[in-house]
């Protein structure tokens, strides 16, 4: 089973909201990432966790928040993001030694 | 100089004709390389990997890497209109297996 879970799908908010992405996996993987992605673009990394600390911030803004509960789960807390922050944001996990990287299906975030 | 380059495309090919997609990189700590095909307003979806020299099958796939001459391709026999989408290549380094470093992408269009 190589699958990667994302929730909501789709997640429209304003400004001023607060919202979390969730990201689930089962494979045993040790690394798990958030990535953005904007429309013609390639994939942005902008978190990664090892062993569930986390150990590469790509100097995201830190109206994004990431958490690793535990070695299965990583969440995205959003605060206060701008219409910019519009994307696709991916969720992804990989095996020890990095072989194979693994997408979730995405959520697409709007944000009026 | 961006680690991974790919040409933006559009590659067309007729239905059943090979497709060849192309990807040069500039680390040589370059460690594990990766295919990925994405879908419009789909997430990317790993197609191979490969991490020796030579030629590696799957299926109507094949990945060549050179890492003499830094550069990694993809090979698809017998293609088909549902091949048609955007192939991401992708690198890891041996110091930092958790950082994925993706070209911008290759369309491929696939005509009937």
């Known amino acids: 089973d190589t699958e990667v879970t994302q929730t909501p799908k789709h997640l429209v908010m304003g400004m001023t909201n607060k919202k979390s992405l969730k990201c689930e996996q089962h494979?045993?993987?040790?690394?798990m990432y958030w990535y953005k992605q904007k429309a013609k673009k390639p994939p942005e990394l902008m978190f990664v966790?090892?062993?569930?600390?986390?150990?590469i911030n790509e100097s995201v803004p830190s109206r994004f928040s990431p958490e690793c509960p535990n070695s299965s789960l990583l969440n995205l807390h959003l605060h206060a993001l701008q219409p910019e922050d519009s994307a696709l944001y991916l969720c992804?996990?990989?095996?020890?030694?990095?072989?194979?990287?693994?997408f979730g299906p995405g959520t697409r975030l709007t944000v009026l | 100089q961006k680690e991974v380059e790919q040409n933006s495309g559009p590659l067309s090919v007729p239905e059943g004709a090979i497709a060849s997609l192309n990807c040069t990189y500039s680390?040589?700590?370059?460690?594990?390389f990766f295919w990925y095909r994405q879908y419009s307003g789909k997430s990317p979806e790993l197609i191979m990997f490969?991490?020796?020299?030579g030629d590696k099958e799957d299926g109507r796939f094949t990945a060549q890497l050179n890492k003499a001459s830094q550069y990694v391709s993809l090979l698809i026999r017998d293609s088909q209109p549902s091949d048609s989408a955007t192939y991401l290549c992708?690198?890891?380094?041996?110091?930092?297996?958790?950082?994925?470093?993706f070209g911008s992408g290759t369309k491929l269009n696939v005509k009937p």
């Open positions: 992804a996990s990989s095996s020890e030694q990095g072989f194979t990287q693994y």
């Open positions: 494979m045993g993987h040790r690394a």
């Open positions: 966790y090892s062993y569930e600390k986390l150990s």
């Open positions: 680390d040589r700590g370059s460690q594990s």
């Open positions: 490969i991490y020796s020299n």
């Open positions: 992708a690198v890891n380094m041996t110091y930092n297996f958790n950082k994925f470093y």
